[in-house]
């Protein structure tokens, strides 16, 4: 039996992600998602005081920015648009230390895929990888709160899909579960070095600040409808070589969706999301689905 008892629910994992790697951190160039946009329900309603055990996740999410919104708030059609197909792939390894009772600990590594369809070219390939530890405790038996924190490497197979910086991820994160529903969440901060590259100016992105907000309705035991809200709001990147703001380089984003979850099994659940931006800047629109397969073995 998984943690030393019979879970009554699938206990979901920590979430490190956006759909993708781009997606994760501030850059030159705006990306069309929130950090850690692919959250679902329960990511955060994680236990204590359990044996060790590991978790295996894939998501996926599908982009059509057929729109974008301007530096005054306002939104216009895209040239050309653009479709984009991202993934992550994640390993977490869950244990406690006796030293430390009823605090729970995870460390995940996570690798990135993206392909982009935009302006009559298309490329894929892998993005950087992500590596962090996680820690929490529960307030009471309903609830979870804790932190995360993550390093981003600058990486990738191709130039488009590496930020060429180092970046920090944190946040907080917390989960309330009631009989027949959960409110679980995050907020926090993406911080990235600057980015020096031959012959180029030198970079610093912006701070990101981000939230992401699920309420979900445990309607069965297989089925789980949820609402979700996510915010982000990126700095605007500095010149250093020149010592100069970029113009229209900040951005911000809100985007609701609906989804469903699915417990299949103890041990294996899928989660699919629909969302759509309602307000923005300086960025593309978020029109997109997001898919979540999640494994857990001993």
Same mark, same amino acid.
């Given at each position: 039996?998984?943690?030393?008892?019979?879970?009554?629910?699938?206990?979901?994992?920590?979430?490190?992600?956006?759909?993708?790697?781009?997606?994760?951190?501030?850059?030159?160039?705006?990306?069309?998602?929130?950090?850690?946009?692919?959250?679902?329900?329960?990511?955060?309603?994680? #236990?204590?005081?359990?044996?060790?055990?590991?978790?295996?996740?894939?998501?996926?999410?599908?982009?059509?920015?057929?729109?974008?919104?301007?530096? &005054?708030?306002?939104?216009?059609?895209?040239?050309?648009?653009?479709?984009?197909?991202?993934?992550?792939?994640?390993?977490?390894?869950?244990? &406690?230390?006796?030293?430390?009772?009823?605090?729970?600990?995870?460390?995940?590594?996570?690798?990135?895929?993206?392909?982009?369809?935009?302006?009559?070219?298309?490329?894929?390939?892998?993005?950087?990888?992500?590596?962090?530890?996680?820690?929490?405790?529960?307030?009471?038996?309903?609830?979870?709160?804790?932190?995360?924190?993550?390093?981003? &490497?600058?990486?990738?197979?191709?130039?488009?899909?590496? &930020? $060429?910086?180092?970046?920090?991820?944190?946040?907080?994160?917390?989960?309330?579960?009631?009989?027949?529903?959960?409110?679980?969440?995050?907020?926090?901060?993406?911080?990235?070095?600057?980015?020096?590259?031959?012959?180029?100016?030198?970079?610093? #992105?912006?701070?990101?600040?981000?939230?992401?907000?699920?309420?979900?309705?445990?309607?069965?035991?297989?089925?789980?409808?949820?609402?979700?809200?996510?915010?982000?709001?990126?700095?605007?990147?500095?010149?250093?070589?020149?010592?100069?703001?970029?113009?229209?380089?900040?951005?911000?984003?809100?985007? #609701?969706?609906?989804?469903?979850?699915?417990?299949?099994?103890?041990?294996?659940?899928?989660?699919?999301?629909?969302?759509?931006?309602?307000? $923005?800047?300086?960025?593309?629109?978020?029109?997109?689905?997001?898919?979540?397969?999640?494994?857990?073995?001993?």
């Amino acid at each position: 039996m998984l943690f030393g008892k019979k879970p009554k629910r699938l206990l979901l994992t920590l979430s490190l992600c956006g759909a993708s790697m781009p997606l994760l951190t501030p850059g030159l160039s705006h990306a069309a998602d929130i950090t850690l946009g692919i959250i679902g329900p329960h990511e955060y309603d994680l #236990p204590v005081d359990y044996k060790p055990f590991n978790v295996l996740v894939q998501y996926g999410n599908g982009n059509a920015s057929g729109n974008t919104y301007n530096s &005054t708030g306002q939104r216009v059609p895209a040239h050309g648009g653009s479709h984009t197909w991202s993934g992550l792939t994640k390993y977490v390894h869950f244990r &406690t230390f006796d030293a430390l009772p009823h605090v729970g600990f995870a460390f995940e590594v996570i690798q990135s895929e993206n392909y982009t369809l935009a302006g009559g070219t298309n490329y894929g390939g892998l993005g950087g990888t992500i590596v962090g530890p996680a820690a929490w405790f529960k307030p009471n038996t309903h609830s979870t709160l804790g932190f995360q924190t993550f390093l981003q &490497t600058p990486s990738g197979t191709r130039d488009t899909l590496a &930020t $060429g910086y180092w970046a920090n991820i944190s946040s907080i994160i917390f989960d309330y579960e009631w009989k027949h529903f959960s409110f679980d969440g995050d907020v926090g901060t993406v911080v990235g070095s600057t980015k020096h590259k031959t012959g180029q100016h030198s970079y610093s #992105p912006g701070v990101v600040f981000y939230s992401n907000l699920r309420f979900s309705w445990k309607a069965t035991k297989l089925i789980e409808p949820y609402f979700a809200f996510d915010w982000q709001n990126v700095g605007g990147t500095y010149d250093q070589s020149i010592h100069s703001d970029l113009s229209n380089s900040n951005s911000r984003e809100i985007a #609701p969706g609906l989804g469903v979850m699915f417990n299949i099994s103890r041990t294996i659940s899928f989660t699919t999301r629909y969302a759509h931006s309602i307000e $923005g800047r300086n960025t593309p629109e978020t029109n997109a689905y997001y898919v979540k397969f999640l494994y857990l073995w001993p």
